[in-house]
């Protein structure tokens, strides 16, 4: 495996290459990673995972400065799961002067994570699109944790015709459900055993809407109003212990619109602080047809 840290020298050993796949990374990798690494190795010929923090992305008072980095450990675990180059350029490599240039996402970027983290998925875009241009890779994969990040990046591939097959990863979680975060690091004990809680709160949400058994007369229709009721349930249970919930929402899987009558394939999504460390997750899940009167 190659640690490459400048964009010539990577052309140059990408250059014949036909069939690249991009993993890209701020880090601190864990299992997820290296899920994506192990699924890459099976859609291309040479897996490239990038590493690099990316400023544009953190707004103010968020955690830039102290974001974890562990490059050492984590060319290591690179090597472990068959990644080929290791891209971990510095700053000055992907921002050689001030950046002027944006990807502008979709009005998508402004409700849920958009809302609470203003200019967050334009920085996202933003430092995608130039990974892309560097590495121009056949396929690119995501990990599906950051479900709207997903939704809006696979957005902008389609809106600028980019020449890119997404690939989203499925999340992968600890055994006591909590999804596997570089942030989950910031968790001291007795929070980390509390953190399972926000994956449980989104399985009932779910539970209360699969479990719903509306008349023959009754359409889809009670599917919203179910939900605000059941998400508003869950962040009253996690702010009885001790978090502050950003949001908690059930969606439309393909554009996260709130649902309407007929829309069954959702995703509920939430963001809550805990202590110092704010955490995400979500669901996907398919209700069951309703008979319609």
Partial sequence: MEVIDNVRALRHR???????GLVPTMGSLHEGHLSLVREARAESSCVVASIFVNRLQFGPGEDFDRYPRSLDNDVRLLAGAGCQVVFAPGEQELYPRPQQVFVEPSPLQQILEGAVRPGHFRGVCTVVMKLFQMVQPQVALFGKKD??????????VEGLALPVRMVGGETIRAADGLALSSRNAYLDASQRAEAPRLHQQLQAVVASLQAMAPPADQSLASVAQQAEHACADGAAVLRSRGWEPDYLSVRRQQDLALPTPGDRHLVVLAAARLGTTRLIDNVEFTLPEFPHG
């Fill in 14 to 20: 990408l250059a014949g290459e036909r069939a690249v």
């Fill in 147 to 156: 479900y709207q990040q997903w939704r809006i990046l696979c957005e902008m």
